[in-house]
C-alpha cells in the first residue's frame, strides 16, 4: 500500500513539474506564386505582391520565429517579414515534420511557417487531432493561411485566406 501511494505521489510530482504549453499562434502558409520553371524558381510577379502582403498582414502578430524550407520560393515568400519586424529565417527539413512540431511547440512566441503544396496541409494536420484533416493544396492554391492555436489545453487549426485578414 505504501509503495503505490508513493508511486501516486511521484507520478503527480512529474505531470505537475511537465512543461505546459505556452499559449502561441502558428501561421502555416505555402510560398507565394512561383515562375513556372526551374528547379528551384523565384516568385512570380503575383507572389512578390503576396508575400508583401503576408507581411502586412502579419507585421503586427508580434511573430518571434520564422521558418522556412531551404527553397528561394519559400525563403523569398518569408522574407518581407523577416525585414519588416528584424528577424532571420530559421530552415527546416520539409520531411522531418516531427522536430518541426516539437521544436514549434517548445518556442516561445508567435511563429511563421513556410511550406509546400504537398507540406502545408500535413503540418497543419498534426495540430488537428481528430477532426477532419486538411487535403493537400491544389497547385494554383496560393491563399490559404493555416493558424494554429496552441494552447495549455490542446489546439485548434483554421484555414483562413488572405482576404480574411
Known sequence: MKSIFTLLIFSFLLLACSPKQEPKTVYIVRHAEKILE????????????RSKKLAQILEQKEI????????IRTKTTAQPL??????TIEIYDAKNHDDLV?????????ILVVGHSNTVNHLANYFVGSGEKYPELQDIE????FEVSLKEDGSTVERKVFKDY
Open 102 to 110: 516539437r521544436e514549434l511547440r517548445e518556442r516561445t512566441g508567435n
Open 142 to 145: 496560393y491563399d490559404f493561411i
Open 82 to 87: 523577416a525585414d519588416a519586424i528584424g528577424l
Open 38 to 49: 526551374g528547379d528551384d524558381p523565384g516568385l512570380s510577379v503575383a507572389g512578390t505582391a
Open 64 to 71: 518571434q520565429h520564422i521558418f522556412s524550407t531551404n527553397t
